[in-house]
Nanobody, 115 residues
Framework: QVQLVESGGGLVQPGGSLRLSCAAS????????MGWYRQAPGKQRELVAV???????NYADSVKGRFTISRDNAKNTVYLQMNSLKPEDTAVYYC?????????WGRGTQVTVSS
C-alpha cells in the first residue's frame, strides 16, 4: 500500500558525508511519522532518526549533532543528511513510514564508512 525506495548510500571515508533519500508512493495519506533505521551485521536494527507529523525530530544519541532528518512534502520524500561519518555508522539504512496500525519499510541502502 505504501512503497518506500531508499537511495544515496555508498562508500565514504571517515569524516565524510552522505545524504540518503526515501521516496514514498502509493497510499501515503495518514502517515504519522517517518524515520530512518539501520542494521549492522550481527547487530539489532536501531532507530537513527524520526520526524513526526508535526515536524518535530528525534535522534539516537549516537548521531546527535551529526545527522539531520528532513522532509519535502511536495516530493513525498524524507532525507537523512549524514555528516562526520564514522566507521561505526556502517550499516544498511532502512526507511520507515508509520501509520496508525501499520508500518512500511523500504528495502534498504548500504552505507559503508571506511578508509
Amino acid at each position: 500500500q505504501v512503497q518506500l525506495v531508499e537511495s544515496g548510500g555508498g562508500l565514504v571515508q571517515p569524516g565524510g558525508s552522505l545524504r540518503l533519500s526515501c521516496a514514498a508512493s502509493g497510499s501515503i495519506f495518514s502517515i504519522y511519522s517517518m524515520g530512518w533505521y539501520r542494521q549492522a551485521p550481527g547487530k539489532q536494527r536501531e532507530l537513527v532518526a524520526v520526524i513526526t507529523s508535526g515536524g518535530s525530530t528525534n535522534y539516537a544519541d549516537s548521531v546527535k549533532g551529526r545527522f539531520t532528518i528532513s522532509r519535502d512534502n511536495a516530493k513525498n520524500t524524507v532525507y537523512l543528511q549524514m555528516n562526520s561519518l564514522k566507521p561505526e555508522d556502517t550499516a544498511v539504512y532502512y526507511c520507515n513510514a508509520h501509520k496508525r496500525l501499520s508500518d512500511y519499510w523500504g528495502r534498504g541502502t548500504q552505507v559503508t564508512v571506511s578508509s
